[in-house]
């Protein structure tokens, strides 16, 4: 073989090599890339996931708090309206008893 042909190969080899180590490179940076992009991604999936927990929390809450207003409500009323028969029966209640004393 020829000088001219070993500097030839010699350099078809090079070239390969650099090549190889180019496309290694490149390779790396692409996994790399695509790891800070998925991270990034879970990221922004956990601050959505917090964010609709917290909005979903805060709905729950304010219905909660309309229906414990209208059972308060509800409860109030119901009170108001056994106080007022109870009021119309003291009277007939108290004579019962009066009654009873005063016969026994």
Do not use: P, Y
């Amino acid at each position: 073989m020829s000088l001219e042909a070993i500097e030839k190969v010699t350099q078809v080899e090079q070239k390969s090599q650099e090549r190889k180590a180019a496309a290694e490179a490149e390779a790396r940076q692409t996994v790399a890339d695509a790891e800070r992009q998925g991270l990034a991604l879970l990221q922004q999936t956990r601050e959505a996931a917090a964010a609709d927990g917290r909005k979903l929390l805060r709905q729950a809450e304010e219905k909660a708090a309309r229906q414990a207003a209208e059972i308060s409500r509800t409860a109030e009323a119901e009170s108001a309206a056994l106080r007022e028969a109870a009021g119309k029966h003291l009277e007939a209640a108290a004579e019962f008893i009066v009654g009873r004393v005063v016969n026994h």
